[in-house]
């Protein structure tokens, strides 16, 4: 007989949410989708005269980008930008510091500024980095985050049970997370759950709840994020 699944909580906004549930299937988890945060595209204005577009997210993949080479952070988000039919595309493969790196090797500051599209308040150290390198960096918000304001039914069920694994993607989604729980009385019911985060900074904002044990991935992606599951 097949060992039951095990239930990991999913915090992450759709639609990367469906993503990475499909991904816990697949290794017979039971994935419970609460995503705390609702993403907003926005439009942004025409940039016709920049020589590539730099991707840190995703959900940056809004209507009004140009049709110019894509530096994305990482293989999933390179995918979505295939997908949405951008024909140039590559990928970082791991996190913002490897992005920073790949565009220094492939572009040159004479050739025109670049375009980062990301989240509001995100990417601002990256664009600092390629600035002092002497790029011209013009960064547009390509989409904002709306928390949500209580967890559905099964996350709730899932808290009250105690005992699983819970992934976050973003200091974010963490602070919104441990919000919800003091605002709700669930913060107490985490005792039991280990939480797996994708960097430090998440990490700093769960430390706030009583975890069974809060760990913090190798690598600040997805891949390491999954790796860290028994």
Not at 40 to 44: A, E, G, K, L, T
Not at 146 to 155: G, Q
């Given at each position: 007989m097949p060992s039951p699944?095990?239930?990991?909580?999913?915090?992450r906004p759709e639609p990367g949410a469906a993503e990475t549930a499909a991904r816990l299937r697949v290794r017979r988890y039971a994935p419970i989708v609460a995503p705390v945060l609702t993403i907003?595209?926005?439009?942004?204005a025409p940039s016709a005269d920049v020589q590539a577009i730099l991707l840190t997210s995703a959900n940056a993949i809004v209507p009004g980008l140009p049709d110019r080479p894509v530096f994305a952070v990482g293989d999933a988000t390179a995918a979505r930008a295939r997908a949405a039919g951008m024909s140039t595309v590559r990928s970082a493969g791991r996190d913002a510091a490897a992005l920073a790196e790949l565009v220094m090797r492939e572009c040159r500051p004479q050739f025109g500024p670049l375009l980062l599209a990301s989240g509001e308040g995100h990417g601002l150290a990256l664009a600092a980095q390629l600035r002092r390198a002497g790029f011209r960096v013009r960064r547009v918000v390509a989409y904002g985050?709306?928390?949500?304001?209580?967890?559905?039914?099964?996350?709730q069920e899932f808290i009250a049970t105690g005992r699983?694994?819970?992934l976050f993607f973003s200091p974010e989604t963490a602070h919104v997370f441990v919000r919800i729980c003091r605002r709700t009385g669930f913060g107490g019911g985490v005792a039991g759950i280990e939480a797996l985060a994708i960097s430090a900074a998440t990490a700093a904002g769960l430390a706030a709840l009583n975890w069974a044990r809060i760990r913090i991935a190798a690598h600040p992606n997805q891949d390491a994020l999954l790796a860290l599951l028994p």
């Open positions: 699944r095990r239930p990991v909580l999913v915090t907003i595209p926005q439009v942004i985050a709306r928390p949500v304001r209580a967890l559905p039914a099964n996350a699983g694994h819970a």
